[in-house]
């Protein structure tokens, strides 16, 4: 497969150079993308260095390495601009147009995108972490009152990294709840859960790739087998049916896709942002 | 403060399209953005109401609501493309020129972005996670070995929720081990740490700050004083400068850009992406 070299480039976290640049090049299927994000590009000398790194990508692939850049500095921005890349620069092809639009002048200081709100976003989000770390697991469910979700599912659905996603990315306090084999014997769920049905969703999984994961934390055991799996995801989807629960299969999904799935399907607010 | 309404609509997460409009938004300083992403717009049903939705704002507003959207199917972006938002297409602003560049058609396959190498990227995520949550806290020192980092600093600085982030962002293996007063009154540091100095990371924070989160926790407590945060921290920064222990301060930052600088500064590459 033909190759060619990407570079997300930004005098802050690259993070919104990095997801647009991830989200362009994935639309192509036929070339392999050597991607490289390199955040913090604030002094000339960082840049004249990344400038070269460029040209010898450029140099070795035999076509331009493709450049997003989100760089605020002019003087930064200008050094990249001359290097033999193939340049998308973020932001010079929205603000101008935006500027015009709200008529007003954008401010361009660096790392300004992640000032606003900054220290109540931070909190909302550590106070969101802590809470996804306590009621990790059944851990405590006493607290499901002050959740704004609790997810239920079987071992190793994703449920604890969902949770962590949402509660960095959104703010949101989310609980989870492993369904056991003890609670699938049983009729329906159990009743901590049924107080808070409204907070309630659900994730299932293939069984086939459930007991894939499984297997390499406990291999061989009756907990991996496909026929456990099998059973422990019939029943609880069993449930998710009987007790009008909304529910996703994440076995094609990453966790971004899984989170915010959850977020629009559960009309759920991000906190805070 | 001028008032304007902006969207973020996507027929996948959309996290896109907001990471984008965000960044490019907070450089404008005199209007306040109602800001509301909308993923998985992926019907016409859906694109409909959300296009009356943009005509509702920008009636309300008295302007044009600012609208970014990362729509791939046609027929949705023509919906969306009528509604009376000033309206950013990121995919059409550049897949058009990346696809004379490249010399190759896109898919524009709804979704695309997050297909390739998704299993194996999953994996590692959910890898880290569990590695994250079973090393927090100096919870297990014997796994260090297998760490790509170990963050160290006073309690309530950061660290799970950086830890945390450096797992589901970049694939990372992240522990952490709080430097408790026990720890603060000897010497250096614990000698399970030492035998990993090139894995550590110091953060530190300001104790104004540091004494206001703990008085959240605990208020009035001796554990919350300033007096024994600003011993904390003086004593954690002499062991940083010390031991040549590489640290970055948290207090004015996200937990993004604490994640992101210590991946920059102790060299650490992302795994599965």
């Known amino acids: 497969m033909n190759k060619r070299s990407a570079f997300f480039i930004s005098d802050g976290t690259g993070i919104t150079a990095e997801t647009l640049g991830n989200s362009l090049l994935t639309q192509f299927d036929g070339i392999h993308f050597e991607m490289l994000t390199l955040p913090y590009v604030d002094t000339l000398e960082k840049a ?36 033999n890349g193939y340049k998308i620069d973020v932001f010079e092809t929205f603000l101008k147009p935006l500027e015009h639009e709200l008529q007003l002048h954008s401010s361009y200081s660096v790392g300004k995108s992640h000032a606003i709100n900054e220290t109540r976003r931070y909190k909302e989000r550590i106070a969101s972490v802590n809470f996804a770390l306590d009621n990790d697991d059944g851990g405590r469910i006493q607290q499901y009152g002050k959740a704004d979700v609790i997810l239920i599912g079987v071992s190793r659905c994703g449920k604890t990294p969902t949770c962590l ?5 959104f703010g949101v306090r989310a609980a989870n709840y492993p369904l056991t084999i003890d609670d699938l014997e049983a009729p329906g769920i159990p009743e901590a859960l049924m107080a808070h ?25 009756r907990y991996a087998s496909l026929e456990q799996c099998e059973f422990e995801v019939r029943e609880v989807e069993k449930r998710f049916i009987q007790l009008g629960i909304q529910s996703i299969n994440t076995t094609h999904f990453s966790v971004e896709e899984i989170a915010t799935r959850i977020m629009a399907n559960a009309g759920l607010v991000r906190r805070a942002v």
């Open 48 to 83: 004249i260095k990344v400038a070269e790194q460029i040209d010898a990508a450029t140099r070795a692939d035999g076509a331009a390495a493709i450049v997003f850049d989100t760089i605020v500095n002019p003087e930064i921005r200008e050094i990249i601009s001359k290097s």
């Open 197 to 221: 049905s409204q907070k309630l969703f659900g994730l299932t999984i293939d069984p086939f790739h459930l007991a894939a994961i499984r297997n390499e934390r406990r291999p061989n055991s």
């Open 165 to 169: 996603y949402m509660a960095l990315q």
